[in-house]
């Protein structure tokens, strides 16, 4: 189920996403915002498995109390939860399976797994393609040898109005504004060479305030005829760069442009986008292959990028425009998604899946092993360990099965989520895994065990060996811990 959150602010937020609830409340107490932190850290590492690793941590500090009431001591306790999360790692890499980056069906469901529960949950036919696409761009002319991506080179852009059907990936940029021009000039550019400028076409200023004292029409005049061979002159100089396409960054000092700027570009048939954002710039220099420049005087043809059409598009459903560059050389490998909603709520937790779709495609980049969904990850480790608990003596013994029995909260809690009844499931479903399936996992549709693999219900290793790990050590690094000591 999705939660509802009014923030302070008097914002709404409608997520699912354990991140983004945790990190929106005002938690008080340090060892709950060690919790907090470790939601955080799994989302930064697999960006899946948010809420997981924190009903996880849950569970072992819950596990924590019985053994301590036993009398085995904290620092014993942590040492062999420590072994316990290495065995369960490695059982589970023996039972995933490996996966090529060029087998784009089995990325798309495990992306489909990923989105099942998000509130975008019923365009994931749409979604899980894009996602795929949008990080599977981005690796470069040798994909299998990537073994990181920056989804930083993926460029979000949302716009209000329609729906999120109407999402698309583009192979080039977009700006989410329209074009800025007066009468007469175009929208549409063909086969453009784009320059991006970080100087104002407006008239200079001095650097500290003063005032300008006219006496008569003729001094009024001089100053406005002056300024308008200036401006001309800067855009005379743009025009005989071979420049058809302008960007101009925003400004904070004074006017980026002025009417009289536009006017003149809108005379040389010079299409021109303004208010470009100072942190955007890195991102369309290595999507266009242009070169910011400073001065009018350092504009050259080779600072210039490309693109084989540039031009304003009106998004369906809500009448606004935005600016395509289509066709562009994309020499740094960028990709940029359109999103679309019918409101804001909409877009944000669009945005928001769309990001840990792309994160499952990462860890998939990162760690080349799919693992059954459906609780069966969590089911197989802890019957293995259950086993290796038997064998074991010592404190381990004890601390091997309470790990074991921890690591069943994440099928029981799946399963209560859907309606099912938790014991008779998780009880099936450990009795389906002693029987050697490995795949089995609950089937929520059917309310069921099946084989998650026949049913494509896969996920990255990576999403549970990196929530195992992370739960691990938070409880241990709280179970280390005596005392608060307040300093005021």
């Known amino acids: 189920m999705d939660k509802l959150m009014q923030l302070p602010t008097g914002e709404v937020l409608i997520s699912n996403d354990g991140a983004t609830i945790l990190s929106k409340m005002n ?17 930064i590492e697999a960006g899946d498995g948010t ?36 065995t369960c790692t490695e059982l589970l890499k023996k039972a995933a399976k490996p996966v090529d980056l060029a087998d784009r069906e089995s ?62 990936l583009v192979p080039g940029l ?49 100053i406005l005829r002056d300024e308008r061979k200036y401006i001309l002159n800067m855009c005379k100089k743009i025009k005989k760069s071979g420049a058809n396409v302008v960007l101009i960054q925003k400004s904070i000092l004074r006017d980026a442009y002025n009417e009289l700027s536009l006017h003149f570009l809108a005379k040389m048939d010079i299409l021109v986008v303004t208010d470009i954002e100072r942190t955007d710039v890195e991102f369309v220099c290595r999507t266009l292959g242009c070169t910011p420049v400073p001065h009018v005087d350092s504009l050259t043809p080779e600072k210039l990028g ?45 945005n928001r899946s769309v990001h840990d779709a792309q994160c499952v495609v990462r860890s998939l980049v990162k760690q080349r092993y799919l693992i059954a969904g459906g609780g069966a990850a969590e089911t197989e480790a802890s019957l293995r360990l259950r086993e290796l608990a038997l064998e074991t003596t010592g ?10 029995d921890a690591l069943e909260v994440i099928p029981y809690t799946l399963a209560e989520n859907a309606g099912l009844k938790p014991i008779e499931i998780v009880t099936e479903l450990r009795k389906a895994h002693a029987e050697g399936s490995t795949g089995a996992g609950i089937d929520v549709i059917k309310g069921c065990i099946s084989e998650m693999y026949e049913k494509n219900v896969i996920q990255p290793l990576l999403v549970t060996t990196s929530a195992i790990k992370l739960a691990t050590e938070t409880v241990c690094m709280i179970l280390k811990v005596d005392d608060i000591v307040v300093v005021m």
């Open 27 to 43: 938690v008080l107490h340090p060892a709950a915002k060690m919790l907090v932190e470790c939601s955080q850290s799994q989302d």
């Open 51 to 86: 809420t997981s690793v924190v009903v996880f941590a849950g569970a072992l500090l819950d596990a924590c109390t019985g053994l301590l009431s036993k009398g085995i001591h904290p620092a014993m306790i942590a040492s062999s939860f420590y072994k316990a999360a290495e």
């Open 107 to 168: 990325l798309i469901y495990a992306v489909q797994t990923c989105l099942s529960s998000k509130v975008v949950s019923q365009n994931s036919d749409l979604l899980a393609p894009l996602a795929v696409d949008s990080v599977l761009g981005i690796l470069g002319p040798n994909p299998g040898e990537a073994t990181n991506v920056d989804l930083r080179d993926v460029r979000m852009v949302e716009q209000l109005g329609g729906t999120v059907d109407d999402t698309e």
């Open 174 to 222: 977009v700006f989410d504004k329209g074009s800025t021009k007066t009468a007469g000039g175009p929208s549409q550019v063909e086969n453009a060479k784009i320059a991006l400028i970080q100087f104002c076409l407006s008239a200079p200023k001095t650097d500290m305030d003063n005032n300008v004292v006219v006496s008569d029409y003729a001094a009024m005049d001089r």
């Open 306 to 350: 490309s693109a084989e059409h540039v031009g304003d598009v009106v998004l369906p459903g809500s009448g606004h425009k935005v600016v395509k560059f289509v066709g562009v050389a994309n020499p740094g490998c960028t990709s940029t998604v359109l999103l679309r909603g019918s409101n804001e709520l909409v877009l944000a937790e669009a």
């Open 395 to 404: 404190m381990d013994s004890h601390c091997f099965k309470a790990y074991a």
